[in-house]
Nanobody, 124 residues
């Protein structure tokens, strides 16, 4: 069983930056795909970005392209989400998710393991 734990959320002003971490316990992310989703109050959970561990393919939602960067950590069980030029509409709970088959998908159904989430609040 893989457990995912997110950290790094917080309160930041518009234009600021945050770096989120997703750490896996129980195994490494080798051969996995790891994604970030977010859910704002009253809205559906939406795809943000994903990365395949083995070949480092990345994919971004249009809403974050050019501002967010997903990357693998040097430790084999950590993925980061660097968020720059933050906007109030980025306010949400950010969840990481992992697919042991290494597939990138924009829907939640692709992902087997989920973290509890970390709150990101961007003030205007």
């Amino acid at each position: 069983q893989v457990q995912l734990v997110e950290s790094g959320g917080g309160l930041v002003q518009t234009g600021g930056s945050l770096r989120l971490s997703c750490a896996a316990s129980g195994r490494t992310f080798r051969s996995y795909a790891v994604a970030w989703f977010r859910q704002a109050p009253g809205k559906e959970r939406e795809f943000v970005t994903a990365i395949t561990w083995n070949d480092n393919n990345v994919y971004y939602a249009d809403s974050v392209k050019g501002r967010f960067v997903i990357s693998r950590g040097s430790a084999l069980n950590t993925v980061y989400l660097q968020m720059n030029s933050l906007k109030p509409e980025d306010t949400a709970v950010y969840h990481c998710a992992a697919d042991p088959m290494g597939r990138i998908g924009v829907t939640q159904a692709y992902y087997t393991y989920w973290g509890q989430g970390t709150q990101v609040t961007v003030s205007s």
